[in-house]
């Protein structure tokens, strides 16, 4: 009996141990507490401004005037570069410029219409033309927000309106007459003249028995006998020899009597004829034709690309007053050919002689 009391009473002390452990693990408080926020952080808003369509446009414009076609074409959308390539873009403009004769052009942004993804920039251009005056526009540029910047969306009508939908640009000019060169007492030493060209074919002609012939050529071109002779000995079979340019006037009958012998070329034309082969050709000058790499120069200044032009002396120092002003009518024209429209005209001018202290007959 007494043991039993033992074992309940020993069980009773050790159940009292553990519940006391227990109360004791409960209430002793996390070793890291995690505060509970009162309240949420205030919300900050940033906010990414799109570039400006208007900055866009003016750069545009500046490449324009550039004459910078290359940054031009690279500011076009991705489906304006599929419609035309870099070197049809360049021409149109190039080709726009040299018909209109530009002088000068310059561009100004007006206003501007966004929304996230698209833009309509007004501007106006001012274009002036040597032949036909100003030729200023406003007109409106639409653009899209495409890959961080804003494109060009580009079409035909952004060089001038009336050029949308394939039309160009024809420029008719009028060339008044070069004028001449002459000497103190009135004697030209150049001028505009029928010519006749004298070629002929050695292949056909015996220096050593053409005797007639070869004194006829002589006498028309002023050539030596002897130097034609040795012109045909030297001459390599199948060979053409160019011999001399004549004024036709005081020449005719001969220069007739020549076109009927078969081994001889004539040709009969207007040209600026040099007399007596050039006098004082180092104070005269001369002209030539207008060079490929020049073209655009001169067409700008409002000349014909086949013309010729001053070269040296008093050809190029008098070029203006010897040509005078060219004249000339602007339309615009469709894919066709036919004219549209007339943007404007000038009335050419003709040039004026030069008189110089050279004398003729001392000169020869």
Same mark, same amino acid.
């Given at each position: 009996?007494?043991?039993?009391?033992?074992?309940? =009473?020993?069980?009773?002390?050790?159940?009292?141990?553990? =519940?006391?452990?227990? $109360?004791?693990?409960?209430?002793?408080?996390?070793?890291?507490?995690?505060? &509970? /926020?009162?309240?949420?952080? *205030?919300? +900050?808003?940033?906010?990414?401004?799109?570039?400006?369509?208007?900055?866009?446009?003016?750069?545009?414009?500046?490449?324009?005037?550039?004459? !910078?076609?290359?940054?031009?074409?690279?500011?076009?959308?991705?489906?304006?570069?599929?419609?035309? $390539?870099?070197?049809?873009? @360049?021409?149109?403009?190039?080709?726009?410029?040299?018909?209109? /004769? =530009?002088?000068?052009?310059?561009?100004?942004?007006? %206003?501007?219409?966004?929304?996230?993804?698209?833009?309509?920039?007004?501007?106006? &251009?001012?274009?002036?033309? %040597?032949?036909?005056?100003?030729?200023?526009?406003?007109?409106?540029?639409?653009?899209?927000?495409? !890959?961080?910047?804003?494109? &060009?969306?580009?079409?035909?009508?952004?060089?001038?309106?009336?050029?949308?939908?394939?039309? *160009?640009? #024809?420029?008719?000019?009028?060339?008044?007459?070069?004028?001449?060169?002459?000497?103190?007492?009135?004697?030209?030493?150049?001028?505009?003249?029928?010519? +006749?060209?004298?070629?002929?074919?050695?292949?056909?002609?015996?220096?050593?028995?053409?005797?007639?012939?070869?004194?006829? =050529?002589?006498?028309?071109?002023?050539?030596?006998?002897?130097?034609?002779?040795?012109?045909?000995?030297?001459?390599?079979?199948?060979?053409?020899?160019?011999?001399?340019?004549?004024?036709?006037?005081?020449?005719?009958?001969? /220069?007739?009597?020549?076109?009927?012998?078969?081994? &001889?070329? @004539?040709?009969?034309?207007?040209?600026?004829?040099?007399? !007596?082969?050039?006098?004082?050709?180092?104070?005269?000058?001369?002209? %030539?034709?207008?060079?490929?790499?020049?073209?655009?120069?001169? #067409? #700008?200044?409002?000349? #014909?690309?086949?013309?010729?032009?001053?070269?040296?002396?008093?050809?190029?120092?008098?070029?203006?007053?010897?040509?005078?002003?060219?004249?000339?009518?602007?339309?615009?024209?469709?894919?066709?050919?036919?004219?549209?429209?007339?943007?404007? %005209?000038?009335?050419?001018?003709?040039?004026?002689?030069?008189?110089?202290?050279?004398?003729? !007959?001392?000169?020869?």
């Amino acid at each position: 009996m007494k043991r039993l009391r033992f074992i309940i =009473l020993f069980s009773l002390a050790i159940l009292l141990v553990w =519940l006391a452990a227990c $109360n004791q693990t409960t209430d002793t408080p996390l070793a890291t507490e995690i505060p &509970v /926020a009162t309240s949420l952080p *205030t919300p +900050v808003i940033k906010t990414t401004n799109l570039p400006d369509p208007e900055s866009a446009a003016k750069n545009f414009l500046s490449y324009w005037q550039q004459e !910078d076609y290359e940054k031009m074409y690279a500011m076009l959308t991705k489906s304006s570069r599929e419609k035309i $390539n870099q070197e049809d873009f @360049t021409r149109r403009y190039v080709r726009f410029a040299d018909e209109a /004769a =530009l002088l000068e052009w310059g561009g100004e942004v007006l %206003s501007s219409q966004k929304t996230p993804t698209a833009a309509t920039v007004n501007y106006k &251009v001012d274009l002036v033309s %040597s032949m036909v005056g100003s030729l200023g526009r406003e007109m409106a540029m639409g653009m899209v927000f495409e !890959d961080g910047e804003w494109k &060009v969306d580009w079409n035909d009508g952004l060089i001038m309106p009336e050029l949308a939908g394939g039309n *160009t640009l #024809r420029m008719d000019l009028e060339l008044p007459e070069r004028q001449a060169i002459f000497d103190r007492n009135g004697n030209p030493l150049v001028s505009l003249a029928e010519a +006749v060209s004298i070629g002929i074919y050695p292949d056909f002609i015996n220096p050593d028995e053409d005797d007639g012939l070869i004194g006829l =050529l002589a006498s028309v071109t002023g050539l030596r006998s002897a130097y034609i002779r040795q012109l045909i000995r030297d001459a390599n079979p199948g060979d053409f020899i160019g011999l001399a340019q004549i004024p036709a006037e005081g020449n005719e009958q001969r /220069a007739n009597a020549l076109a009927g012998i078969g081994s &001889v070329v @004539t040709s009969w034309y207007q040209s600026r004829f040099y007399y !007596d082969g050039g006098i004082g050709p180092h104070v005269t000058g001369y002209t %030539s034709q207008i060079q490929e790499e020049e073209m655009s120069q001169y #067409r #700008r200044a409002g000349y #014909r690309s086949d013309e010729y032009v001053g070269r040296k002396g008093i050809e190029q120092w008098a070029e203006k007053i010897l040509t005078g002003k060219h004249g000339g009518t602007l339309y615009i024209v469709d894919a066709e050919g036919k004219l549209v429209d007339q943007l404007g %005209s000038s009335p050419a001018e003709p040039g004026q002689p030069v008189y110089t202290t050279l004398d003729k !007959d001392l000169q020869e």
